[in-house]
Nanobody, 129 residues
Framework: QVQLVESGGGSVQSGGSLRLSCEVS????????????WAWFRQPPGQGRECVST????????LYADSVKRRFTISRDDDKNSLYLQMNALKPADTAMYYC??????????????????WGQGHQVTVPS
């Protein structure tokens, strides 16, 4: 059973940086990089959940939502069974609950929450206006 536990996040002034971490358990390091697509989603207050970024099984391909390109970076440390989201130049529009997620198989070019079976508990990121 895949389990995801997030950490990091919090409140930061506009223009600041934060890093989210997601510790993965219930999978081997090998299957982490051969079996699953990994993603970060976010859900702003009163809105639906949207995909922020994905990283494919081999770690060679990353995708980003237009709203976060060149500001956010997704990465994975297979030795530590961990997924990360480095967020720079944060804006008030980035305020949301952030979730790490995983699905077996390929990453889609456009990811829907329904495509992902495994979810972290969510971590709040707040950028006051």
């Amino acid at each position: 059973q895949v389990q995801l536990v997030e950490s990091g996040g919090g409140s930061v002034q506009s223009g600041g940086s934060l890093r989210l971490s997601c510790e993965v358990s219930g999978v081997t390091s090998r299957s982490l990089k051969t079996t699953y697509c990994w993603a970060w989603f976010r859900q702003p207050p009163g809105q639906g959940r949207e995909c922020v970024s994905t990283i494919n099984r081999g770690g060679s391909t990353t995708l980003y939502a237009d709203s976060v390109k060149r500001r956010f970076t997704i990465s994975r440390d297979d030795d530590k069974n961990s997924l990360y989201l480095q967020m720079n130049a944060l804006k008030p529009a980035d305020t949301a609950m952030y979730y790490c997620a995983a699905r077996r198989g390929y990453c889609y070019a456009v990811s829907s929450p329904d495509d992902y079976a495994y979810w972290g508990q969510g971590h709040q990121v707040t950028v006051p206006s």
